[in-house]
C-alpha cells in the first residue's frame, strides 16, 4: 500500500491571516513529487489543544511533516506536543545544547546581553522526544526526524530558506527514505495551452475519450493558461491532446513563460526590452526573476505619466491627442520607442486601465493593449480582464509574456 | 463562551502544491477581525473521505467556512460531503435548478454545445442540503448558508473573487450574524518599526515590563519590518512600547509602506521615480499597486545592462568604470539621473547582486546600494541581504521604500 502523508504547518500569524503560508505548498510539491500526496495540510495557531490534536491526526499516517513553532520561547510547542501526542519522553540532548549554546553566546555577545538571559531558551531547544536525530540547526532551532510507533515525523523550522534547506536533511534521513523507498513517483505529464478557454480543453478531453483507466487527468487555468495534467500511464491521451490542441500548445514543462521567453531569446540571439503603463513594472520584475536574465533583458521603462511616454519612449504627441494612452496606437509607439531608446531587439508594451477608478464607458476598468514589436515583425492583443486592480494587472502581465513567446516563436518558425 | 471557527479549503491542485492558497488567509483574517479566530485552517484534495473527515471537524465548532468544490463534475463533492458529515439529506432546489439551467443555457448556446451535455452538472450544483439558504451564485456554483445541529456552515467557491463577493454575501445571513454577535472583535493595535532587530524590540518589551495580565503580544518580522501586535486591552503598554521605540515606530496601521510612500509624497506634494537593476521593476510594480499611484509616481527605468544606466540615466561612464555598477556611487548616480530624465522630484535607486551568479569576494551575492535623492537632500544605504533571488529582491524592494519613506518625512520634518 502507498504511504500516507500529511503536513502540519503553525504559526499564529497563518490562522489570523496576516500572512501566506509558503511552507505548507512547498512540501506539499516535494511530497507529490515523491508519490506521497499528502492527505492534508492543517493550518494551527499555538493554541496547544489544536496542535497536539493536529499532530496526532498527522501521525496516524506514515510520514508527517511539521513546520514551526521550533522558538525558544514558550509559546513554540511544537516538539513538546510532537512527544506527547507520540507518547514519548522528551529531553535534553547534551552534545545538542552544547552546539545551541556555542551560537547563543556568539548572539549574547553580539547583543552585549548576559548568557543567562538565553540559558532556559538554550535548554529548550535542545529537548528532544526519545530516539529523535538531529539534522541540522537553523538558528538555534533544530531541525529533527522522530520515529513514533508506525510513523515518521520530520520537524522543521518555520522560516521558508532554513525550512527547505533543512528538508534537504532530511531527505537523507534513513527513516524518511524507508518511507519514501514505499511510494512510487507519479508519472506526470503536463501540457500548457495558451489562448484557448478551459472549457474548450474540457471537451477536447472529452472528445479524444476521455480519461482512460488508470489515468487522472485535470484541467486548471493558471493566469491565462491552461494547465492539462495527466497523472497515471497518459502517454497516449497526451498523444492526442496533444494533437487535438496544437497548435496552442507551447510547453509541456512546468517553467514559467518569462523563463520560455528567455530561453528563446537567447537561442536566437535577440535581446528584449519592455514598456509598462498600468502593469507597472510587473512585466520586468518577472523577466529579471529569472537568474542569468541580463544576458537577454536590456532594460525597461515604466511610463507611468503621460510626458514619460512622450520623452522617454517618443510616442507621438498626436498619437496620444488622437487615441490616448490607453490605445493600440499609443501601445504600438511605446514598443517601438522602447526598442530604440533602450536598444534592444524586441520590445513589449503594456497599456490599460488598472481600476478602480479611470475606467470610462469607451474605455472600461479591465481595457489593456499589447504590443509587441521586433526585427521580424508586430503583434498586437486589446484585452478586457475580469477582476479588480491586482488581478488585472497579474493578468495583463501574464498576457504580454505570451505576446512576446508568440512573436519569439513566428520569427523562429520564419528563419527555419 | 466565544464561539469556535473553522476554515476548510478544498482543491486537489492545493494539496500537491501546485498553488499557494489564498482564500484560507483571507478567511482567517476576516474571522479574525470579527473576534472568531479560527482554530485551524485544513487544506484537502478531492479524497472523499479525508473531505468528510474536515467538515465533520469544522462542524464541531460554531462556524465553519469552506472554500472550493462545487463545480459541476463528480469530483467537486463539498456540499454531498457536508449533507452527510451534517446528517442532512440533499435535494435539488427547484427554484435555483431554474436560475442555474438559465445560465447554463447560456453557456451552451455561447460554445454551440447542445444544453443536455450541463442538464446533469445543472442538477449537482442544484443540490442543497436540507434547510440550506443560497446566498448567491458564482459562475454555475451557489453559495449556501446550512445550519446543521449546532453549527453554521458557509459554502463558498474556490475562485478567490467570487469567494470574497459571496463571504460578503454570508455576513449579510441571519445564523452567520447569529455566531459572529456573539464574538467579541478583539482590540488590536500595532506599532510598526523600521531599522532595528527582532530581539531589540523583543528587550523592549521586556524592559517596559512584558504582557500585562490580558494583553497578548507578538512581535514578527516582515520584510525588515517588525510588526509589534498587542491583543486586549493594550493602550498602557502600547503608549510605552511607543516611547520605547521611537523614532524607529513609523506606521500604527497595516497600510503597506508603498501607500505611506505615496501618501506622503502626494500630501508634499512632490513627485517620485525609480531606477533599478537588481530588483527589476519591483519597486515601480509595488507603487503602482496602489490605486491613485499616478497623482504621484511618473515612471521608473529597469536599468539592466549598463549601457541602459549610461544612455538612459545618464550615469558617468567613470563612475561605472572606477566603481562598477553595484557601488554607491553609481546607486547616487542613478537617482539622480532618474529625477532629471523621468522630471520627479524625489527617485531613488537600486543596484545589487540579486544572485545565484555574479557574486564576488568583494561584492558578494545580496549586497545592494540604495539611493534616494530629493529636493532638500539625500539619503543611502549599503545592504548585505540572505536569501535565495527571489528574497533579496524583494528584501531590497521593501529597504527601497522604506529609504524613500525616510527622506520623505525628513523633509517634512524640515519644513515644519
Known amino acids: 500500500m502507498t504511504p500516507r502523508a500529511a503536513v502540519v504547518v503553525t504559526g499564529s500569524e497563518l490562522v489570523r491571516g496576516g500572512r501566506r503560508d509558503a511552507n505548507g505548498p512547498f512540501l506539499a510539491a516535494e511530497l507529490t513529487n515523491r508519490g506521497l500526496e499528502p492527505d492534508r495540510i492543517t493550518i494551527v495557531g499555538d493554541e496547544p489543544d489544536e496542535l497536539e490534536t493536529a499532530l496526532r491526526e498527522g501521525l496516524q499516517g506514515d510520514l508527517l511533516v511539521i513546520s514551526g513553532g521550533l522558538g525558544p520561547t514558550h509559546d513554540d510547542r511544537t516538539v513538546e506536543l510532537l512527544a506527547r501526542a507520540a507518547g514519548l519522553e522528551a529531553t535534553v540532548d547534551p552534545e545538542l545544547e552544547r552546539d545551541i549554546e556555542q551560537i547563543s553566546r556568539r548572539i549574547a555577545e553580539r547583543f552585549r546581553r548576559p548568557y543567562a538571559e538565553f540559558e532556559q531558551g538554550v535548554r529548550k531547544q535542545a529537548t528532544v522526544p526519545e530516539g529523535g536525530r538531529v539534522i541540522g540547526i537553523a538558528g538555534t532551532a533544530p531541525g529533527l526526524v522522530v520515529e513514533t510507533d508506525g510513523a515518521v515525523a520530520v520537524v522543521l523550522p518555520g522560516p521558508p530558506p532554513e525550512l527547505r534547506r533543512l528538508w534537504q536533511a532530511a531527505l537523507e534521513d534513513e527513516a524518511v527514505q524507508r518511507v519514501l523507498a514505499r511510494a512510487e513517483p507519479p508519472h506526470r505529464r503536463i501540457l500548457r495551452v495558451y489562448g484557448v478557454s478551459e472549457s474548450a480543453v474540457a471537451r477536447a478531453l472529452a472528445e479524444v475519450g476521455g480519461e482512460p483507466e488508470g489515468v487522472q487527468a485535470t484541467i486548471c487555468a493558471h493566469d491565462g493558461e491552461i494547465w492539462v495534467e495527466l497523472f497515471g500511464e497518459g502517454e497516449a491521451l497526451a498523444?492526442?491532446?496533444?494533437?487535438?490542441?496544437?497548435?496552442?500548445?507551447?510547453?509541456?514543462?512546468?517553467?514559467?513563460?518569462?523563463?520560455?521567453?528567455?530561453?528563446?531569446a537567447r537561442a536566437q540571439g535577440i535581446t528584449v526590452a519592455t514598456a509598462e503603463s498600468c502593469t507597472g513594472g510587473l512585466v520586468a520584475a518577472r523577466l529579471t526573476s529569472v537568474a542569468g536574465a541580463s544576458d537577454v533583458f536590456r532594460g525597461g521603462l515604466v511610463a507611468y505619466e503621460n510626458d514619460v511616454k512622450l520623452s522617454q519612449l517618443n510616442v507621438p504627441e498626436e498619437t496620444l491627442a488622437a487615441h490616448g494612452a490607453v490605445s493600440a496606437e499609443t501601445a504600438a509607439a511605446m514598443a517601438a520607442g522602447a526598442r530604440e531608446s533602450l536598444g534592444a531587439d524586441v520590445a513589449v508594451a503594456v497599456t490599460g486601465v488598472a481600476g478602480p477608478g479611470g475606467g470610462t464607458r469607451e474605455k472600461p476598468v479591465g481595457l489593456v493593449y499589447l504590443h509587441a514589436s521586433g526585427p521580424e515583425g508586430e503583434r498586437a492583443r486589446e484585452l478586457l480582464l475580469p477582476g479588480d486592480r491586482e488581478a488585472v494587472r497579474r493578468r495583463a502581465t501574464a498576457a504580454a509574456l505570451h505576446l512576446v513567446r508568440e512573436l519569439l516563436a513566428r520569427s523562429r518558425h520564419n528563419s527555419v
Chains 1, 2 share one sequence.
Open 239 to 264: 498523444v492526442a491532446m496533444r494533437q487535438a490542441l496544437a497548435p496552442s500548445v507551447f510547453a509541456e514543462d512546468d517553467r514559467p513563460v518569462e523563463e520560455l521567453v528567455l530561453e528563446e
